[in-house]
């Protein structure tokens, strides 16, 4: 079973806190069955609001496909020697 990320307990949290007293202002309920009441409907409220906070980003990532490994790439370079010498590139710019 998962635990809960901060941000679950905080949502579910503040939910708890701000659902009985906006409960009970709107109830005026006195009798302490009414205010039972309301606390179980703001817990169950809560909990609702905590299990569908959507995961954070930092969960663990789907496993990537590993594909086959590749031949690596291999890359020509002229050898020095087949470089066109300064001379060379004088003479084709000046003619």
Same mark, same amino acid.
């Given at each position: 079973?998962?635990?809960?990320? $901060? !941000?679950?307990?905080?949502?579910?949290?503040?939910?708890?806190?701000?659902?009985?007293?906006?409960? =009970?202002?709107?109830?005026?309920?006195?009798?302490?069955?009414?205010?039972?009441? $309301?606390? $179980?409907? !703001? =817990? !169950?409220?809560?909990?609702? $609001?905590?299990?569908?906070? /959507?995961?954070?980003?930092?969960?663990? /990532?789907?496993?990537?496909?590993? =594909?086959?490994?590749?031949?690596?790439?291999?890359?020509?370079?002229?050898?020095?020697?087949?470089?066109?010498?300064?001379?060379?590139?004088?003479?084709?710019?000046?003619?």
């Amino acid at each position: 079973m998962p635990r809960p990320t $901060v !941000a679950q307990l905080a949502y579910g949290s503040c939910t708890v806190v701000f659902s009985t007293f906006t409960m =009970l202002l709107l109830s005026q309920t006195s009798s302490g069955a009414g205010i039972a009441l $309301v606390v $179980v409907a !703001a =817990l !169950a409220l809560g909990l609702l $609001v905590a299990m569908t906070v /959507p995961p954070s980003e930092r969960t663990r /990532p789907a496993p990537a496909a590993r =594909l086959a490994p590749q031949e690596p790439i291999r890359a020509t370079v002229p050898s020095p020697a087949a470089a066109p010498t300064r001379e060379a590139v004088r003479e084709r710019a000046v003619s």
